[in-house]
């Protein structure tokens, strides 16, 4: 294997490498984002109505016979 064949595939790795780190820099920085975004939606909800619509059965009739 000759010297410029060989610089040209280390190079060709060295930029796959970089694109790689890129795109996943990118996907880090969106998911940061979504767990900002969810954590505040967290902050704000309303517990008793997450809990509600987590259990629909629970709430919808009443036993009058007592």
């Known amino acids: 294997m000759d010297i410029a064949l060989m610089s040209m595939a280390l190079n060709q790795g ?7 780190i890129a795109v996943m820099k990118m996907a880090m920085g ?4 979504q767990g900002e ?3 505040k939606l ?3 909800a ?3 109505a997450i809990q ?4 629909l059965h629970l709430g919808g009739s009443i036993d009058l016979k007592g």
């Open 52 to 55: 509600h619509a987590a259990q």
């Open 46 to 48: 309303d517990v008793a």
């Open 37 to 39: 975004a969810l954590q």
């Open 42 to 44: 967290m902050e704000t």
């Open 14 to 20: 060295k930029v796959q490498q970089q694109a790689s």
């Open 30 to 33: 969106g998911a940061k984002q």
